[in-house]
């Protein structure tokens, strides 16, 4: 009998031969406590947190927390059924409305995950005899939305307008097709061209998504993306977005001001066939997407701190993913997998907790550290990571 895990074999060694060498297992942290949006207890220590994705820091918000207890009190644990039966709770309609305020949009469709959402309207819209363009960094859950949806896959290089612009020619003018973009690409944390893209796609007439989920709440003038402070939101055609990020919960979004939109509800199977979100999450949802609304300070702290560690960092002498701060990620660059976990364990040694990325999730095959800034870090605790990173670093051989 074929043993059906053997496909896994090779990276079982990899992880075996990782752990042998003594290093913490890095992908099995546990959080005893957590403490605040930066603080944690991990390994019975107190750690500051700087690889959460929780850009805005709104998962202590009070007014976030109250909303979310009373849903829970008024409305139960769960809805145990899809948003298409007995799934919608009001809570889920004031949600989509929140969205549809936040960007100025006609319409707005929430799913359990922001995965799903990516899942679900890119197999809906883009099918067998459709072409979807993306880039070749792509997020992992707009591959599987292409493979579920049968479309044919086009890929071109990184950030590349360019190699876009040759792939859109080659195609048939008559076929439908779809261009897929991310503001922010969450492992180097750098910013979509995405001004001369959305221009290149209508050009040859393409329809355009953009997942902003790494940027929403934080870029742009009114935290609407990388597509709004590039000036090109009403010319794309659907913004993809998650609350596990900036909102600070969990669940996704599609937001558009397509005409016929609305008929997904009915034919995007992970939303028909997904139970929908706990009445506590829409409605912690909810009131966070208000509240980011008039997040401008905290968009404007963020921003300093983001600027002040890539600073710092690239100071110290380690290599980073970018030559300037483009988001609130920053990635630090490891020279392989062994050292890059021996980095990660000294960090959290000292107290610091990041994501240790590896391929093959990272671009190119490298290995790197991944740091995601929060609104919520004070300046104080920025030049304590630097100082807890010039140890590890020193200590490791990182930098000299």
């Known amino acids: 009998m074929t043993d059906l895990f053997s496909k896994f074999d090779a990276l079982i060694q990899q992880r075996e031969d ?11 942290l546990v959080m005893e406590k957590v403490l605040s949006p930066t ?30 207890e009373e849903a829970l009190k008024t409305f139960g644990s769960g809805t145990t059924g899809s948003r298409v039966l007995n799934g919608t709770y009001q809570g889920h309609k004031e949600c989509e409305e929140a969205l549809k305020d936040f960007y100025a949009m006609d319409h707005a469709m929430v799913f359990s995950t922001g995965y799903q959402a990516n899942l679900g309207i890119i197999s809906t819209i883009a099918g067998k005899g459709d072409y979807v363009i993306l880039d070749i960094d792509s997020h992992a859950s707009i591959y599987d939305g292409c493979k579920m949806g049968d479309a044919e896959i086009v890929a071109f290089r990184h950030n590349d307008i360019e190699a876009l612009e040759k792939r859109l020619k080659r195609l048939p003018p008559e076929a439908g097709k779809l261009v897929v973009l991310e503001g922010v690409y969450s492992m180097l944390g750098d910013v979509a061209p995405l001004k001369e893209m959305v221009r290149v796609a209508k050009e040859n007439g393409a329809m355009v998504l953009v997942d902003e989920a790494h940027s929403m709440g934080f870029i742009g003038e009114h935290g609407r993306g990388v597509a709004e402070a590039q000036g090109v939101i009403d010319d794309v055609d659907f913004i993809i977005g998650t609350f596990s990020k900036s909102v600070g919960t969990v669940g996704g979004f599609c937001v558009s001001n397509h005409p016929k939109f609305e008929i997904l509800r009915l034919v995007c199977r992970p939303y028909v066939f997904t139970a929908s979100l706990p009445p506590s999450v829409v409605a912690t949802a909810a009131t966070s997407i208000r509240k980011l609304m008039h997040g401008s300070n905290k968009r404007a702290h963020l921003w300093e701190n983001s600027k002040k560690l890539h600073g710092g960092l690239r ?86």
């Open 39 to 68: 603080v944690a207890i991990c390994n019975g220590r107190e750690t500051i947190l700087l690889g959460t994705y929780n850009y805005m820091g709104m998962t202590f918000d009070a007014d976030v927390i109250a909303a979310g």
């Open 315 to 400: 100071k110290l002498g380690f290599q980073l993913g970018t030559e300037e701060p483009q988001s609130a990620i920053i990635a630090v660059i490891m020279p392989d997998l062994e050292r890059g976990a021996m980095m990660w364990e000294a960090l959290l040694e000292e107290g610091l907790y990041v994501n240790l990325a590896r391929p093959p999730a990272t671009p190119a095959g490298m290995t790197l550290l991944r740091c995601s800034l929060c609104a919520e870090h004070s300046s104080e605790q920025v030049d304590e990571i630097l100082a807890r990173f010039e140890r590890a670093g020193t200590r490791t051989g990182i930098i000299g």
């Open 18 to 28: 990782l752990l042998a060498t003594g290093v913490t297992d890095p992908f099995s």
